[in-house]
């Protein structure tokens, strides 16, 4: 008599299944990647025994859970793997090809599987693996797979990471308490000092009491008059002595106790921080996953985008073993995902044009992990062509992204960083791996919302290298407190340079801005409250004094920004903004101090952006009522684009006013001056195209700004806008207010 499972254990060995049977999965996928890259016969052979194990227990699981066409997918594998280890089956390029489909489809049948939907057939075809359906080959693709095999259920406990993610949450909230008794034990250590202070006085007072002491002895020792008027000593004094001596006492007995409870507090503080930090280090530790995790399938893309494109690459994967937390681990796939491809698609060049060039007619990809301290650094590097700075200043003047004055006086460096700027790309054609222009921002967005920096290193004909430094962790951070506007705010230490007093004289204008002059470099000088939109004051008492300043950095750029006051540096646990608001500009998140007040993290990323369109506001010579604001010109149909647009403008210091089509902004522009227009394209009357070649052809507005801002967003329409004079052409489809804000901040 069989004895069926019940319910809850059947889900049970099902969850343990699929757990195994990835594994297994991401062993064979990987193991036939190194495959490849072996010549010799004598040495592929130990190889292929794993790979033919693997596929066999693989086999033998699946039987188990009655997964009839896994098992049967596993069959066909572990015959061909059979037959290849036998001698009877040579390793050719065809047969590589059957085994990765058959492992792409095992994988989507444990998807299915695990989703309780039907499974793709894998059957075998005569002499090679694989004759699966179109549509299931099609649909496989490789999938994320969990990684280093566990150890014997003795040791191993598998869990929800969801349930790990609350309890970290809950060992973070610690990470207050362990603030708030630090916080605490100043406190006492204060009241300890005015104890002190008491104790000190009562020192001073024992003469004075020691002398009183005597002449009231002196008193009662005296002879007692009679009844013939005399009077006998008052009581007063000994009261007063005695009552001296109970607060001597008392203050000696305070202090005593205080003493003790410093003494306490500071053991409990220490054993506190032990206690969080270890709690803290374990939960983080148990949350953080190898590299290895996301990247199990890159090999085998490189592979398959390498012979999609014609082209021979080696792919190597260092340092996978190490481990990030999960969170940034889960959100940083995409953008290396996105640099590999860029890599293969636009770096390395055909087998030809390598040779031409006397390169190894095989390119080589490295994507590599290291770690230093508390941060992580990838390099992802291709041997390729190495990047056209031409082409892409001329593609990021095609897109509207800079005008070609601007492109002209451009560093190489600056050049370069015009790539992560959404829509420019140096592929002419649109393809299925590029020519979208929105990987690089991508990956820029990405790593910037993870707290990190990402980098370009290029050399022409010998390859590039994008480097991405990222937090170990999400959970904590230092911070340097800051007051602005009478407000306080948190900047990530990572971001910090410098922190210094800069003399007013020592500020000097450089092309219309206020500069300090660092180590030899030009530094542009903002003030924090004016970046942040904040009434400043400007007024800043004795203006002599030296002002704060602090000088931040982020992919290469820095920037001084003047504050009110550098309140100090400490710990702290970052908080996201929450889901109703996923994007707000300048802010990163959040941090709850021990009491109770909530203070705004700041973005450095938009900081710089948003610094870029401000001019002089500090220097000696500059006065605040003297910087004349910038007027801007809004032109759309649509009043709640209109008010939208003036709202992000007037925000960032400029006075705007509106038009409600071309010809109300014709005449506007006739009555009174502006320094830039920016205006939608199909309005009534007079579209935008139309009003910006009326623009052109008045000589004294030759010169005048014009931004496009449209929901048209062919690339005949771009050119036409570009034809018609205007200096940049944004698509409401791809609209960021930080990207508008920069590029009126460049053109101004």
């Known amino acids: 008599m069989s004895m069926q499972p019940d319910g809850d254990f059947l889900k049970k060995l099902i969850a343990t299944f699929l757990v195994?049977?990835?594994?297994?999965?991401?062993?064979?996928?990987?193991?036939?990647?190194?495959?490849?890259?072996?010549?010799?016969?004598?040495?592929?052979?130990?190889?292929?025994e794993t790979l033919f194990r693997e596929a066999h227990s693989l086999k033998g699981a699946a039987r188990a859970v009655n997964a009839g066409e896994i098992e049967r997918a596993c069959q066909s594998l572990e015959s061909a793997l059979g037959e290849i280890k036998a001698g009877n089956r040579a390793l050719s390029a065809e047969v590589f090809d059957g085994l990765h489909r058959t492992v792409a489809v095992l994988g989507?049948?444990?998807?299915?599987?695990?989703?309780?939907?039907?499974?793709?057939?894998?059957?075998?075809?005569?002499?090679?693996?694989g004759n699966e359906p179109a549509a299931a080959v099609a649909a496989a693709a490789s999938t994320?797979?969990?990684?280093?095999?566990?150890?014997?259920?003795?040791?191993?406990?598998?869990?929800?990471?969801?349930?790990?993610?609350?309890?970290?949450?809950?060992?973070?909230?610690?990470?207050?308490?362990?603030?708030?008794?630090?916080?605490r034990a100043l406190d006492l250590r204060a009241l300890a000092g005015l104890v002190a202070e008491r104790d000190r006085y009562w020192v001073e007072m024992t003469p004075l009491i020691r002398t009183l002491r005597q002449q009231l002895d002196a008193l009662a020792a005296a002879p007692a008059r009679g009844a013939d008027g005399g009077s006998t000593p008052s009581e007063l004094p000994s009261r007063l002595l005695a009552l001296l001596d109970f607060e001597r006492e008392q203050a000696e007995a305070v202090g005593n106790r205080v003493a003790d409870l410093v003494r306490t507090m500071a053991e409990e503080r220490r054993r506190l921080d032990t206690l969080v930090d270890r709690l803290l280090e374990d939960v983080k530790k148990a949350l953080m996953l190898p590299f290895a995790t996301i990247l199990a399938g890159f090999p085998k893309m490189v592979r398959d985008l390498a012979r999609d494109a014609g082209k021979d690459v080696a792919f190597d994967l260092l340092g996978a073993d190490i481990e990030i937390?999960?969170?940034?681990?889960?959100?940083?796939?995409?953008?290396?995902?996105?640099?590999?491809?860029?890599?293969?698609?636009?770096?390395?060049?055909?087998?030809?044009?390598?040779?031409?060039?006397?390169?190894?007619?095989?390119?080589?990809?490295?994507?590599?992990?290291?770690?230093?301290?508390?941060?992580?650094?990838?390099?992802v590097t291709d041997d390729g062509a190495g990047m056209d700075v031409v082409a892409i200043k001329a593609a990021a003047v095609q897109a509207g992204v800079i005008t070609p004055g601007a492109a002209a006086v451009l560093s190489e460096q600056d050049a370069r960083r015009l790539v992560f700027s959404s829509g420019v790309t140096t592929r002419r054609q649109v393809t299925a791996v590029s020519g979208r222009g929105l990987g690089m921002a991508i990956v820029q967005e990405s790593v910037a919302k993870l707290g990190g920096m990402v980098s370009i290193e290029s050399k022409a004909g010998a390859g590039t290298t994008v480097r991405i430094v990222l937090p170990l962790t999400l959970a904590t951070m230092r911070g340097t407190l800051v007051r602005a506007a009478h407000r306080e705010f948190v900047i990530p230490t990572a971001s910090v340079v410098q922190v210094l007093r800069v003399p007013r004289a020592s500020i000097k204008p450089v092309e219309s801005r206020d500069s300090i002059c660092l180590d030899g470099t030009t530094l542009a000088l903002v003030r924090l409250a004016d970046v942040l939109g904040l009434a400043s004051g400007q007024n800043d008492g004795d203006d002599t004094a030296p002002l704060a300043v602090l000088v931040l950095e982020h992919g290469g750029t820095r920037m001084a920004f003047v504050v009110d006051q550098v309140m100090g540096e400490q710990e702290m646990l970052a908080k996201p903004l929450?889901?109703?608001?996923?994007?707000?500009?300048?802010?990163?998140?959040?941090?709850?101090?021990?009491?109770?007040?909530?203070?705004?993290?700041?973005?450095?990323?938009?900081l710089l952006q948003a610094a870029a369109g401000y001019g002089r506001t500090?220097?000696?010579?500059?006065?605040?009522?003297?910087?004349?604001?910038?007027?801007?010109?809004?032109?759309?149909?649509?009043?709640?684009?209109?008010?939208?647009?003036?709202?992000?403008?007037?925000?960032a210091g400029y006075e705007v006013k509106t038009a409600p089509d071309g010809a109300a902004a014709f005449a506007a522009l006739r009555a009174e001056p502006y320094d830039l227009v920016v205006s939608d394209v199909e309005m009534p009357r007079l579209d935008g195209f139309e009003l910006t070649k009326r623009i052109r052809g008045e000589p004294k507005w030759t010169e005048l700004p014009v931004v496009l801002v449209t929901a048209r967003e062919t690339k005949e329409d771009r050119e036409r806008g570009l034809d018609a004079g205007a200096n940049a052409y944004i698509v409401k489809s791809n609209f960021d207010q930080s990207n508008l804000l920069e590029v009126i901040g460049r053109l101004l």
């Open 325 to 379: 937390d999960k969170r940034i681990l889960e959100k940083i796939k995409d953008p290396l995902m996105h640099l590999v491809r860029n890599g293969v698609d636009h770096g390395i060049e055909p087998s030809a044009e390598r040779v031409r060039r006397q390169k190894h007619s095989r390119g080589r990809m490295t994507l590599a992990i290291a770690q230093a301290g508390g941060k992580v650094e990838i390099a």
């Open 144 to 183: 994320p797979m969990a990684s280093q095999r566990p150890g014997s259920p003795a040791d191993t406990v598998r869990i929800a990471t969801s349930k790990l993610d609350a309890i970290f949450v809950g060992a973070e909230e610690l990470l207050g308490v362990k603030l708030a008794q630090a916080e």
């Open 618 to 651: 500090v220097g000696p010579d500059a006065p605040a009522e003297t910087v004349r604001t910038r007027r801007l010109l809004v032109v759309d149909d649509s009043i709640t684009a209109r008010t939208v647009l003036q709202n992000i403008l007037e925000s």
């Open 108 to 129: 989507q049948q444990l998807d299915a599987f695990e989703a309780g939907k039907p499974l793709a057939t894998a059957a075998p075809a005569a002499g090679v693996v």
């Open 20 to 48: 195994e049977a990835r594994e297994h999965a991401q062993a064979l996928g990987a193991g036939l990647i190194e495959l490849e890259k072996i010549a010799s016969r004598d040495a592929q052979q130990p190889l292929i």
């Open 578 to 606: 929450g889901r109703l608001l996923p994007r707000v500009r300048n802010l990163a998140g959040a941090t709850v101090f021990s009491t109770g007040r909530v203070v705004p993290i700041l973005g450095v990323p938009d």
